[in-house]
C-alpha cells in the first residue's frame, strides 16, 4: 500500500481531508483516527502533525505526505515538493520599526525574532546575510519593544498587526507558502504516487473551472469561441433550428459572470455553468 502522511490538526488538516476525499479516497470520520486504510485504492493514511511529517516522509518510513511548504523550509528535514495543492497560503516577510532598516542588506548583524528559526536561518544563508537568529514561540511583534531583537520575521497577511505594533515590512517576502505535497528525495518513479499526483490535480483544476452550455446564432460562433475558447477548444453541436448552435467548453470560475456577460451580448442564450467535481487533462 502506498502510505501518505496527512496533517492531523491545524490549519491544513480539514482542507487537505477534503481534497483527498474530492479525490476518491476514504477518509476519517473522527478526529480520533489517527491511521486509516483505503484497500479499494491501495492507500493507507496516517495522520501526524505537521511539523513530524517531513521527518517522516525524508526517512522513507512514509512514501509521500501532505504539509506546508514553510514547515518543510523550516524544519530542514529534507524531501521534495511535487505539487502545490492551492491552499493554506502564507507570506513571511521581515518587519523592522521605520528607520532602523531601509532594505535587506541592513539585516547584517541584527538580532532576528521569529518562530520560524529553520525557514529564516535558510533565507539568510541564501542571501549571504551574517545575522543572529532568536527563536521564540508564539507572537513575535513585541520582540522589538521589549529589546529582544532589531527585527522581527513573520507571517504577513494585511500588516495591520505589524503596523500596530510600530513596525513596517522590510524587502521582498522570505517565503510565499501554501499546503505541497511532498515524497522522500532521490525516489524513482513510482506509479502509485503519480496516480495520487494525477487525482489531486485534477481536483486543482476543477475548483479553477466551470463548464459553461449556451446556444448561439452560427454567425457569431467564431467570437463565441474567442469568449469561450476551452482548454482546447469547445464542443460544439448544431441545434434542431436551422443558424444555432450549442456550445460547451471550460471556463475559469472567476470570470463566470463576465464571460456570460459578453456572451448575452453577442446573443448566446440558454447559459448554464455547472461545476466540475474532479477531471483529468
Not at 527563536?135 to 529589546?147: F, K, M, N, P, Q
Request: aromatic share 4%.
Amino acid at each position: 500500500m502506498l502510505r501518505v502522511a496527512v496533517p492531523n490538526k491545524g490549519s491544513l488538516s480539514e482542507p487537505a481531508t477534503q481534497m483527498l476525499r474530492e479525490a476518491g479516497y476514504r477518509q476519517r470520520r473522527h478526529g480520533s483516527e489517527l491511521v486509516l486504510a483505503d484497500p479499494d485504492n491501495g492507500v493507507e493514511f496516517f495522520f501526524l502533525r505537521p511539523r513530524d511529517i517531513a521527518t517522516y516522509v525524508a526517512t522513507g518510513t512514509l512514501e509521500v505526505g501532505i504539509t506546508g511548504r514553510d514547515v518543510l523550509v523550516d524544519g530542514g528535514q529534507g524531501g521534495t515538493e511535487i505539487l502545490a495543492l492551492g491552499f493554506g497560503s502564507a507570506t513571511f516577510r521581515y518587519a523592522a520599526v521605520p528607520g532602523t532598516a531601509d532594505d535587506l542588506s541592513d539585516l547584517a548583524g541584527k538580532r532576528i525574532a521569529t518562530s520560524y528559526g529553520g525557514l529564516v536561518t535558510h533565507d539568510l544563508q541564501q542571501r549571504g546575510i551574517d545575522a543572529e537568529v532568536i527563536h521564540l514561540d508564539g507572537a513575535v511583534e513585541t520582540a522589538v519593544r521589549l529589546g529582544v531583537a532589531d527585527i522581527v520575521a513573520d507571517v504577513v497577511e494585511t500588516g495591520t498587526t505589524l503596523r500596530q505594533a510600530g513596525l513596517e515590512i522590510l524587502g521582498e517576502p522570505i517565503l510565499d507558502s501554501e499546503a505541497i505535497l511532498i515524497q522522500r528525495e532521490g525516489v524513482t518513479d513510482d506509479e502509485r504516487v503519480e496516480q495520487l499526483v494525477r487525482r489531486l490535480n485534477g481536483v486543482i483544476i476543477a475548483r479553477q473551472y466551470v463548464i459553461m452550455d449556451y446556444d448561439c446564432r452560427i454567425e457569431h460562433l467564431e467570437r463565441a469561441c474567442e469568449i469561450t475558447p476551452g482548454l482546447e477548444s469547445p464542443t460544439v453541436s448544431p441545434l434542431h433550428e436551422d443558424g444555432w448552435v450549442a456550445v460547451r467548453a471550460m471556463v475559469l470560475q472567476d470570470r463566470t459572470n463576465r464571460i456570460m456577460d459578453e456572451l448575452w451580448q453577442l446573443g448566446a442564450r440558454g447559459i448554464f455553468v455547472t461545476d466540475i467535481l474532479a477531471c483529468r487533462l
